[in-house]
Every structure is written in structure tokens, then in C-alpha cells.
């Protein structure tokens, strides 16, 4: 889950887009990614990603758990949990096996919702 100190929004980043930082592209990563900055394009990663308060996404996204407290335009597939909150909005369709979306967190578009690979 996210949220605890081993998750993205607290642990140990392993790549960083920082703010005002604009990246166009393909991005691949094996751990934890924090965008803080624009990126547009393709973002995988096998781990975490979380797209921070000043974040602003317009991607196809590919994680394990993903949090959002910025925007992301485009579709979003985590195979763990993702989490929308108070700010973070998403505009796409969703797969994902858990969903937390706090108050005032928007999701516009479909969620499809499958069981997590542990169960």
C-alpha cells in the first residue's frame, strides 16, 4: 500500500523528474520514479511511480503502484494499487487491481478493476 515509509511517496526514489523539468520520450525503469516535472509520452516502470503536487503527465502509464497527487492525461495500468489524492487527477481509462481515490481526487474516465497477482 502506499502511503507507508518502503512506498513511492515516502521511500527511496530511484529516478527523478524534477520540477520544470520537460522530458518528451520513452521512459523504461526498473524501480521507483518520481515526476515532478512535464513528461509526455510512455512511462513503464516495474515498480513505483508517483507523480508529484507540481507533476503533470500526458502518457501511457505502466507501474506496480502509482500515486497521484498531480495530473496525468492518458491511459494507466498498475498491477498493485493506485491512489488518487486530494489533488491529483486523473483524465484516462484505468486498470488496476486496488483504487483509493480521496476527496476531491477526479478520475474521469473507465476503471476496470482485476484482482492483484498475490491473490
Not at 507507508?4 to 520520450?25: E, M
Not at 497527487?69 to 486496488?98: C, S
Request: aromatic letters at 2%.
Amino acid at each position: 500500500m502506499l502511503g507507508k515509509k518502503s512506498d513511492p511517496g515516502t521511500g527511496t526514489v530511484d529516478t527523478l523528474i524534477g520540477k520544470g523539468t520537460k522530458i518528451t520520450g520513452k521512459l523504461e525503469a526498473g524501480g521507483t520514479v518520481r515526476i515532478d516535472g512535464f513528461f509526455e509520452g510512455e512511462v513503464s516502470t516495474e515498480g513505483d511511480l508517483v507523480i508529484g503536487e507540481n507533476g503533470q503527465v500526458v502518457a501511457a502509464i505502466k507501474a506496480r503502484n502509482l500515486l497521484v497527487v498531480g495530473a496525468i492525461k492518458g491511459d494507466v495500468a498498475t498491477t498493485g494499487q493506485l491512489e488518487i489524492a486530494p489533488t491529483g487527477r486523473i483524465e484516462g481509462d484505468v486498470q488496476t487491481a486496488r483504487l483509493v481515490v480521496e476527496p476531491g481526487g477526479l478520475l474521469q474516465g473507465h476503471c476496470q478493476m482485476s484482482l492483484p497477482p498475490d491473490t
